[in-house]
């Protein structure tokens, strides 16, 4: 199992949801493919889509282990992670 930044991982998955919501242009479809390259790399998998679906099962999980041994404050947790923050983090990378 490689090791994973679960806070790097949750604000890809964000982003790509994000990104998802915006209208695709030219720079979007590129930082969309550069996002998904990550998550590739961070969850072993090669399709993007199986990426995508490994990594939310992955911030489940550890997010329930979190809630059981209650080690992660809140703020760190992979649950409900704030699309409005993807946005921003989006809006901060890409030119306008």
């Known amino acids: 199992m490689p090791l ?6 949750r604000k890809l998955v964000a982003e790509l949801d994000a990104l998802d919501a ?3 242009t030219e720079a979007h ?4 493919g550069d996002a998904q ?3 590739c790399i961070y969850t072993g998998e090669r399709d993007p889509e199986r ?12 997010a329930a282990t979190e809630r ?11 649950i409900g ?6 946005r921003r983090l989006l809006a901060e990378s890409l030119p306008v």
């Open 22 to 24: 915006c209208p695709h």
């Open 68 to 78: 059981v041994s209650g080690s992660v404050k809140p703020s760190e947790r992979g």
């Open 29 to 32: 479809a590129r930082r969309r």
């Open 51 to 62: 990426a995508l679906a490994t990594a939310r099962r992955l911030l489940a999980t550890r």
């Open 81 to 86: 992670y704030s699309a409005v923050l993807g």
């Open 37 to 39: 390259y990550t998550v």
């Open 4 to 9: 994973i930044d679960y806070a790097v991982l």
